[in-house]
Structure formats: C-alpha cells, structure tokens
C-alpha cells in the first residue's frame, strides 16, 4: 500500500487565467521531482484535483501546496486528503 496525497482545488471568484500557467510550472515541476502522480482539470471548470506520492507526511504535503500559485495568489482553495492506495 502507498500513501498519497489527493490535493482537491477549487476556483475562487478571484481566480485568475494567468496564474493557471504557473499553477501548470508548479506541477510540471512537482512531476518532474517524481512527486505527482495524476493530475486533472473538473470538466465544469470549477476546479480540479493531482495527486502526491512519495511525500514524507501530511505536513510535507501541506507545505507543497502552500506553494502552489493558485493558492498564493488567491485564485483557488484546496484540501489535502492522506489516501491510502493499492
């Protein structure tokens, strides 16, 4: 069994395009550290969700996201669920 991260993100009304291609740097740059395993936009364009693997612990996953420039520019919100996979 893997522990993963499930990061779900929301738009918020401040939600700007512009950030979105450095939202996609950011994971670009999470996958390329062999940290992100799936990612994906909701197909109603409210938000969308990727997945964290080989992540120390919650605090760790945390502290990824907080750097996520969707999140440091206030353009979404996001909740980050430990998930056990098999």
């Avoid at 700007?16 to 109603?44: I, P």
């Avoid at 120390?56 to 969707?70: M, R």
Wanted: hydrophobic share 45%; proline share 2%; aromatic share 6%.
């Amino acid at each position: 069994m893997e522990t993963c991260y499930l990061v779900l993100v929301k738009r918020t009304p401040a939600f700007r395009d512009d950030v979105g291609a450095e939202h996609v740097r950011f994971l670009d740059d999470v996958r390329a550290r062999g940290q992100l395993g799936l990612t994906g936009g909701f197909s109603d364009k409210s938000g969308g969700a990727y997945v964290l693997r080989g992540i120390a612990d919650l605090a760790a996953a945390q502290a990824l996201v907080a750097t996520d420039p969707l999140l440091v520019h206030g353009s979404a919100t996001a909740s980050i669920h430990e998930w056990n996979t098999r």
